[in-house]
């Protein structure tokens, strides 16, 4: 049976920090190091072509687990990276499904016993996505996780922006253990409980244990919003930084909201109308200079999208 997690009023997590002189931390800083080059590196046989503008929202649907699965293989080709003096020749990074995490680094004896290094919770996120956030919900127990694994965020669009083949921005990347610790603790301590905060924590999970039970369980979630990792605010900053993208010249926090516009009134003017509005409400608080900002970003989008 699952026990509770410990009661509200817990001290806050810190990231944990392996011993520098493990073999595994020395991987691991250069695993991240290579997700860190990853745009150099990731590459995409797929092409999006013919798409309405207003259907932009729904690729992630689309082309989420394409992403994921080619950035697997940027990260296999990346191994002068990871693996520069050849200390880890018989591993490669392979993906799993329906298992935390989502992939591991590992090699396969002729008995097919596994030796894992560590594992990545690798998710994609739609940067033009309409929630303007990552939505994924992040629910495994800590104790599923090593101290070396990560939890990986990578953000993509298409290289057009509204065509093209799909490219991918810096990626977030986490301690995988401290996620799931925090998601806990701004449950209980941090967000405006209304409701029972008990976690229901599984028992005898250990890393790679390939164990069905590794997620925690909240006893009261009405609104299903327990691990939406994204809410409790350890990736504020680089979700800040990456809609402030530009794409095309434009910034993607931009986009989505002219995107967004246009899916919920298709009607042209009605949305011009309210953009226009916007950009007068931006004047009206006497910032001239971010009102003829909004209106030249209205104009490019246009533009861009061959609207008349």
């Not at 509770?4 to 520098?20: C, K, L, Q, V, Y």
């Not at 018989?90 to 590992?106: C, G, K, S």
């Not at 298709?266 to 004047?283: Q, Y």
Request: aromatic fraction near 8%; hydrophobic fraction near 40%.
């Amino acid at each position: 049976m699952p026990n509770e997690a410990r009661a509200a009023g817990a001290d806050e997590p810190t990231s944990p920090e392996p011993d520098p002189s493990h073999r595994i931390t020395s991987l691991s800083n250069r695993v991240r190091d290579a997700l860190t080059a990853l745009p150099i590196h990731f590459q995409s046989p797929t092409v999006m072509e013919g798409l309405d503008a207003t259907d932009l929202f729904a690729l992630n649907t689309v082309l989420g687990a394409t992403i994921e699965v080619q950035v697997v293989e940027a990260l296999n080709r990346m191994r002068d990276v990871w693996d520069p003096d050849g200390e880890w020749p018989l591993h490669e990074f392979v993906r799993q499904a329906q298992t935390f995490p989502d992939v591991l680094l590992r090699s396969r004896s002729a008995q097919g016993v596994d030796d894992v290094a560590m594992g990545i919770e690798l998710k994609g996120w739609y940067l033009l996505a309409k929630e303007a956030v990552p939505s994924f919900r992040y629910t495994v127990t800590p104790m599923a996780c090593s101290q070396w694994d990560l939890l990986v965020v990578v953000p993509w669009c298409l290289s057009n922006v509204v065509s093209g083949k799909p490219r991918v921005l810096a990626p977030g990347v986490w301690s995988a253990r401290y996620a799931a610790e925090y998601r806990n603790y701004w449950w209980q301590n941090v967000r405006d409980a209304r409701s029972d905060t008990a976690i229901r924590v599984p028992t005898g999970v250990e890393p790679y244990s390939g164990r069905d039970r590794t997620v925690d369980e909240p006893v009261s979630d009405s609104g299903h919003n327990f691990g939406r990792i994204a809410r409790i605010g350890i990736m504020d900053d680089w979700i800040d930084a990456a809609i402030r993208q530009p794409l095309a010249g434009i910034p993607a926090r931009d986009w989505t909201a002219f995107l967004r516009k246009h899916t919920e009134d298709s009607d042209p003017e009605t949305v011009w109308s309210l953009l226009s509005a916007e950009a007068a409400d931006v004047l009206a608080g006497g910032s001239a200079a971010r009102a003829e900002e909004v209106v030249a970003t209205l104009r490019r989008l246009a533009a861009l999208l061959g609207a008349d």
